[in-house]
């Protein structure tokens, strides 16, 4: 097992450590306002040993790498660029004339 994966597995002990702890407070907390925050932290907690678990997964190789969708339409667009030509925009009634933006901001 690589220095990695153990030291993964020692955070995931700890962090499970952690939870067990603010379960057991959340379970004899009195005020309402004790009881959320505790709740949140937990949650935080059990976020963290999923996210831990994940890295172990991925350090072992056992997470398969998947190709991702070619972008369409919007999606293909660089932030910051709108959606719409110029024409389109003129059909749907705004005034192009008076636009500050060059040719760049609109898709082609």
Known sequence: MSTAIHALKQAIELEQQALDQYIIALDSAVHEETKQTLKE???????????LSFLIMAENGQLEKTESEPMTGGQKLAAGKCPFSKKELSDMGF???????DDEHFKS
Do not use: W
Request: aromatic fraction near 12%; charge should be negative.
């Open 95 to 101: 005034d192009m004339s008076k636009s500050t933006f």
């Open 41 to 51: 932290y937990a949650d935080d907690k059990q976020q963290k040993i999923d996210a």
